[in-house]
Nanobody, 126 residues
Framework: QVQLVESGGGLVQPGGSLKLSCAGSGFGLEYYAIGWFRQAPGKEREGVSCVSSGTDRIWYADAVKGRFTISRDVANNSVYLQMNRLKAEDTAVYYC???????????????????WGQGTQVTVSS
């Protein structure tokens, strides 16, 4: 089972950008659908984006569509989330997670994510 570690979070002003990284070890991330999720204080965890395994299908939540971009880096066994035009409501702990059961299928925020990272804090504030 793959181990995942997120990095790249921090404090940024509204309108700014951050790039989150999800680094995998123990197994190739290309065999996993990888999802990014976030949880704000007092709110339930929500799906942000995912990238499929074995296909080029990508999904974005409506709240981030047009501002966030997910991408794979097979050589570095990583998945990235480029976040632009950040808003205060994007403040949350961001997690990446791996679903090994969706090879060749479109990824989904409701997939069977069995590997989770520890999370990285993103704070958008002036």
């Amino acid at each position: 089972q793959v181990q995942l570690v997120e990095s790249g979070g921090g404090l940024v002003q509204p309108g700014g950008s951050l790039k989150l990284s999800c680094a995998g070890s123990g197994f190739g991330l290309e065999y996993y659908a990888i999802g990014w999720f976030r949880q704000a204080p007092g709110k339930e965890r929500e799906g942000v984006s995912c990238v499929s395994s074995g296909t080029d299908r990508i999904w974005y939540a409506d709240a981030v569509k047009g501002r966030f971009t997910i991408s794979r880096d097979v050589a570095n066994n990583s998945v990235y989330l480029q976040m632009n035009r950040l808003k205060a409501e994007d403040t949350a702990v961001y997690y990446c997670a791996g679903d090994p059961y969706a090879i060749g299928k479109p990824c989904s925020q409701f997939g069977e994510y069995v590997s989770w990272g520890q999370g990285t804090q993103v704070t958008v504030s002036s």
